[in-house]
């Protein structure tokens, strides 16, 4: 059965330790960022292939290390629950976008991957009418980007013929088709909520809103999240 569990805003609950931007997590984020354009230009410029795929493991791995640092430094921080998915986001983006132009995968997959998020990002400011700053992580939302972050360096790889990149082209496609369907049906799930938050929450004051970018995941502030209906039936938020 599907659920409402958004957490609303609460000025009196902060989600972060630090609200300053030059932490060591947020050094290591802004580092996985600059790897974006440099995946791309492997891709596309001198056709490195495994060198690209290394630097995506590389940034997988201080993708896991910011956020462990953080979390054992007592250093999260608002800038840096902001990067996490951004980056996720821009990397699944850009290898795409570097693979179509490549000629390895076809253009609609690059636009349906493309549609999802942009479908996410209107959510947003309808949940804001609602008092609510973003949507929480769906385990299929975690399941689909962790598919399609394996699946196209894996199609990558498997671009050039041979028995072992046949392997990898294999592999990596079923990860991909499997983690395309899996990231739309995260984003349809997202959109039941946000119908179901419509239904049930009343509208809250505009100087009582959430100001912020679209993304999924943790809340600028959290608290205790109710159930819309409860809140409703209380009378209370």
Known sequence: MLTTNLAP??????????????????????????????????????????????????????DWLDGHLARAWHQRSRIG?????????????????????????????VIVLAARDVMIAALVPILHTRGYSSLPVHFLGKAATFCLLYAFPLVLLGADPGSWELVARVAGWAFALWGTGLYWWAGLLY???????????????????????????????????????????????
Do not use: C, M
């Open 9 to 62: 805003v609460d000025p009196q609950t902060p989600s972060y330790d630090v609200d300053r931007i030059w932490t060591v997590p947020n050094a290591l984020s802004f580092l996985r960022l600059l790897g974006v354009p440099l995946v791309v230009w492997l891709i596309l410029g001198p056709q490195a292939d495994v060198l690209a795929v290394v630097v995506l493991a590389l940034a997988g791995l201080t």
């Open 81 to 109: 629950q902001l990067l996490d998915p951004v980056a996720d986001r821009l990397y699944i983006l850009a290898i795409i976008a570097s693979l179509a132009l490549r000629g390895i995968i076809p253009w609609w997959l």
């Open 191 to 237: 959109v039941r909520q946000t119908v179901d938050l419509l239904a049930n929450t009343p509208p809250v004051a505009k100087e009582h809103r959430p100001i912020g970018p679209p993304h999924e995941g943790p809340t600028p502030r959290e608290g205790t999240p109710p159930h819309p209906r409860r809140s409703r039936q209380r009378g209370a938020r």
